[in-house]
């Protein structure tokens, strides 16, 4: 029976590595898996999946893979969504029906929260609706389980903004909880602040 899943994981936890290697399973075993991502993603550039270890590949979007028909889709063993945390509520619903009425699993990956440690809107209906929710774990600086994502410049750590920075020089690190609330970004970053 074919599945929805959920794994997300803080940033830095190799979630893109990982759908692109699945997505490579399943074509070396001869099947096809659609590759998408929201538009709302455009780190680099349009149509493209990319990790940090290099891995990439071409992707369609999900506000274009919510036009597919039943046939198009059909086509497809599995469809595999990168940075799910960005899709909206309407796009999670479309994945519940690929799932339930053409039986075709979709896996997605993605952030749980946001740098102000709430929800996006896509890993919220993720949450509600997967029948299948997996952690990919990483670790704060203190080796500790790393589960939020703390969003930083040269100042040190930064709790106001929009959810989705667009440009500016901000940059992300998985904590720890405690980590977090302190705001402590671990001697290494602290260090290199000090000497910008
Ligand atoms: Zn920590």
């Given at each position: ?7 997300y994981g ?13 997505e490579y399973n ?25 990790s ?26 599995c ?18 029906r ?37 952690e990919?774990?990483t ?5 500790k ?15 106001e ?13 998985a ?16 260090e ?5």
């Amino acid at each position: 029976m074919a599945k929805l899943y959920f794994r997300y994981g803080a940033m830095g936890s190799s979630k893109t590595a990982n759908a692109l290697m699945v997505e490579y399973n399943y074509h070396e075993r001869g099947k096809k898996a659609l590759l998408a991502k929201p538009s709302t993603d455009n780190r680099d550039g349009e149509r493209i999946v990319k990790s940090r270890i290099g891995l990439e590949k071409e992707c369609v979007l999900t506000e274009e893979l919510v036009k597919y028909s039943d046939e198009e889709l059909k086509k497809y063993d599995c469809v595999i969504v990168d940075e799910a945390q960005f899709c909206s509520k309407e796009q999670v619903e479309f994945f519940t029906r690929i799932v339930d009425e053409l039986e075709i699993p979709v896996i997605c990956y993605g952030l749980r929260t946001d740098f102000k440690n709430e929800l996006f809107e896509g890993s919220m209906w993720l949450l509600a609706w997967a029948d299948e929710i997996e952690e990919i774990k990483t670790v704060c600086w203190c080796t500790k389980a790393a589960k939020c994502n703390a969003r930083f410049d040269k100042n040190g750590i930064i709790r106001e903004g929009a959810q989705v920075a667009i440009g500016g020089n901000s940059s992300y690190i998985a904590l720890c909880r405690k980590h977090m609330k302190e705001g402590n970004l671990g001697p290494t970053i602290t260090e290199m602040l000090k000497e910008l």
